[in-house]
């Protein structure tokens, strides 16, 4: 198996355990199962499904549930630029390709070096992580609440430390890394002031330094 | 949760990707047509993943109910990241980074 669709299947395996705690998370806020199985395989973005169904579980409106699933899912949109180029031309697969599109998705096409690894590196994973969410929300929803509390056995570390692997090739030129020391300090900094999702998007702004800091070694 | 909101949250989902890919990947749209006045476009969006992961790193490190924290977490990640600069293999630095937080976790 490539290395990029073996990578992909590791992370969709690790993102299937996660979805058993949505799934058993999701059924403790009183959601039918029919709701949650309409979650994980439409909305399919796993911060905004966590972020809704927590606020549900604490007596929250839907329109706040809402509300706090889109600030999440907002930078979604941030990740068309990057991956468009590599999904085919013709609409029906462009239309799935941009329900793949997530921080997973988007981390492995774009640590690739060419572009056909990088679409199939895309779709692997997109597909992997689509088929291990879903089964891992029913499985979670119908028999969760015995496999414990995966915090024990260190799964939120996996996450980030997964993707520190995938940050590491854009920290090859100048304004890649001013990009990402800025975007990691805004985030850090919004994070006591803002409600989940704002760092992200706030994080975003750190592309102007980094565009700036590209202009000055070309025109050097 | 009313049947009304997760319709909401569906469509709403996916208009942000597509949006992204529709709409926000035209202005990066480099063969041929692309405004001048959109030059920078396609080295901005190049630069967002970097932006992006690396705060999704902090957050997802630092991050616990909207305060930063220090835990056994930010070490497992730390652990990770320390095993990603000695080159070990993508399967083995999510590994070192989950056994390194679970021990502590089991110790404390």
Known sequence: ?220 | MSWSAILVLVVGAYGCKLFGVVVLAKLGDTDGALDPRLAWFPTVAGLIPAALFSALIAVQTLEADGVLQLDARAAGVAAGAVAVWRRVPFVAVVVIAMAVTAAIRWQT
């Open chain 1, 1 to 220: 198996m490539a290395p990029h669709r073996r990578e992909g299947l590791l992370l969709a395996i690790a993102v299937g355990v996660v979805a058993l705690t949505f799934g058993v998370l999701a059924d403790a806020a009183g959601l039918e199962l029919a709701q949650i199985i309409v979650m994980s395989s439409l909305v399919f973005t796993g911060a905004s499904q966590f972020a809704a169904v927590s606020v549900v579980d604490g007596g929250g409106s839907g329109a706040a549930a809402v509300g706090s699933a889109m600030l999440l899912a907002a930078r979604n949109a941030l990740y068309g630029p990057v991956v468009a180029r590599l999904l085919p031309t013709s609409w029906a697969p462009r239309a799935v390709g941009a329900h793949l599109t997530i921080d997973e998705t988007t981390a492995m096409a774009s640590v690739q070096e060419h572009d056909a690894d990088a679409a199939d590196a895309f779709w692997w994973t997109g597909v992997w992580l689509w088929s291990l969410w879903n089964i891992g929300t029913v499985a979670g929803a119908l028999v969760g609440a015995v496999i414990g509390d995966p915090e024990s056995w260190g799964l939120d570390a996996a996450f980030p430390a997964a993707f520190i692997s995938l940050l590491v090739p854009h920290l090859r030129t100048a304004p890649g890394r001013v990009a990402a020391v800025v975007g990691a300090a805004l985030a850090i900094a919004t994070v006591p002031i803002a409600p989940a999702g704002v760092p992200l998007l706030v994080a975003s702004l750190a592309v102007a330094p980094a565009y700036v800091r590209s202009r000055r070694s070309a025109t050097r």
